[in-house]
């Protein structure tokens, strides 16, 4: 079941990766988070509605995100900036919108993306859900999905 | 040259848009903010093809399409959106789109897509 739903979001960040950015993704072992503590200081969320409900975070650092910010926009952003965090919105949406196309049994739709900057912040997810961490290395640094989504 | 009427209420996205038709020899662009200020700036005419998000305060992009052609039948409009599943494809289809991108996509993608109706490199 839990299989079911990280599939659309393995492919999906492997697909905004190579399209978008140019870069490949190396997925590693998919975990069951224990507590809510912050992944990387760069988090992107987005909440799911439909049959199922649900979140999905993508957390970054900063130097991540700001090389994403780059790749999109053209320009090196200097710090954390508005572009920064729109760039990293936009990827969010990229992410949970292809995977959310791959789960067309639970009509999803999307939220508007919010972004969090700090290492303090710490993305609750819907009770019951069981959020799932996928970790993934590329060239431009480590990331993570993490999806929790109860039907 | 084409001149490009360019709809998504992200800045973001549109600058990633841009920078893809620019890479297609297209630098004639108009940006819109929303799906109202598309419909005022398609109405004064002059485009040759219109670009547009789905999901977009004030009009949506199927209420842009549809506005459009109320009075337009010819101009091409290719929606590029998240929105993937086959019934909001056929939505669009319906309300009058002429070809349809999903996100994430290439700058070749875009060219596929846009070349079928306009001049691109």
Known sequence: MIAD??????????????QMLNTQVERGQPYIR??????FEVTGI????????????????????????EILLGERPNEMNPHVVDAIGEVTNMIAGAAKARLAELELSLGLPTVLIGSSACVAFPSRA?????PFDSALGKLVVEVGIVQ | MSRILLADDSGTMRTIIRRSLEALGVTDIV????GNQATQLFAAGGFDAVITDWNMPGKTGIE???TIRQTDKTTPIVMITTEAEKTRVLEAIQAGVNDYLVKPFTTDNLREKLGRFTPVA
């Open chain 1, 5 to 18: 739903y990280i599939n659309p979001f393995l492919l999906s960040t492997a697909s905004v990766f190579e």
């Open chain 1, 34 to 39: 224990k507590a809510f503590e912050p992944q």
């Open chain 1, 46 to 69: 987005i909440g799911l509605t439909g049959k199922a409900t649900g979140t999905v975070a993508f957390s970054l650092s900063r130097e991540t995100a700001m090389k994403i910010t």
């Open chain 1, 130 to 134: 069981t959020p799932i961490s996928i």
């Open chain 2, 31 to 34: 940006e819109a903010a929303d």
């Open chain 2, 64 to 66: 842009v399409v549809r």
